[in-house]
């Protein structure tokens, strides 16, 4: 499994996203609002916490935060990237 199947799976599961399949999300796909899969501000802090526990990777304030979850391929990379310098 590559780390964008890897993340989908996590993301539907560790969020009880019941109503989406993993491969609905695209990396277009935005994860918050309505236009989105429509995470919300407690989605935010569980995801947080999810990238630490399942990833081992920090965000490490607010800007990375909105650049991180700004769409699902831009989590990707994210978590890519860290993984490489951490």
Known sequence: MDLADEVRA???EELRL???R???ITA???LFGPEGIGLDSIDALELVV???RRFKVDIPDRAAGERAFSSFGALVEFVRGA???G
């Open 83 to 85: 993984r490489k310098t």
């Open 18 to 20: 019941e109503d989406l």
């Open 50 to 52: 999810i990238l630490k």
């Open 22 to 24: 993993p491969a609905e």
């Open 28 to 30: 277009e796909t935005r």
């Open 10 to 12: 996590v993301l539907v």
